[in-house]
Nanobody
Framework: VQLQASGGGSVQPRGTLRLSCAAS????????VGWFRQAPGKEREGVSCVSGRDGRTFYADSVKDRATIYRDNSRNTVYLQMNSLKPEDTAVYYC?????????????????????WGQGTEVTVSS
């Protein structure tokens, strides 16, 4: 199982990026896929998840209304479109096959048992 995250870069606040998560060696079609990020000095946190069963999407409050997760099964890839980027979005972004959504007090939190994170893709939002 190998996933490659790409598409990061340096952008100004209010900019946009589309992150890609490409799978090799297996088909992502029926997997839940999650995006996670780790900012400098902070723990990794879940950003978004898309269900492999019914396509439902889930977002952390921090990116809700600014992010869209979607999959292109023909390309075996899951994307995370990020709009209106903020400096606090600066982090290394990772994707994982398998994510669980835990709702606490109306807020979405994400977990995964995946642990082969790879290098991720770095997003820097700065003016």
């Amino acid at each position: 199982v190998q996933l490659q995250a790409s598409g990061g870069g340096s952008v100004q606040p209010r900019g946009t990026l589309r992150l890609s998560c490409a799978a090799s060696g297996f088909a992502l079609d029926y997997y839940d896929v999650g995006w996670f990020r780790q900012a400098p000095g902070k723990e990794r946190e879940g950003v978004s998840c898309v269900s492999g069963r019914d396509g439902r999407t889930f977002y952390a409050d921090s990116v809700k209304d600014r992010a869209t997760i979607y999959r292109d099964n023909s390309r075996n890839t899951v994307y995370l479109q990020m709009n209106s980027l903020k400096p606090e979005d600066t982090a290394v972004y990772y994707c994982a096959p398998g994510c669980q959504v835990v709702v606490v007090s109306g807020r979405n939190y994400f977990r995964t048992t995946f642990n082969s994170w790879g290098q991720g893709t770095e997003v820097t939002v700065s003016s």
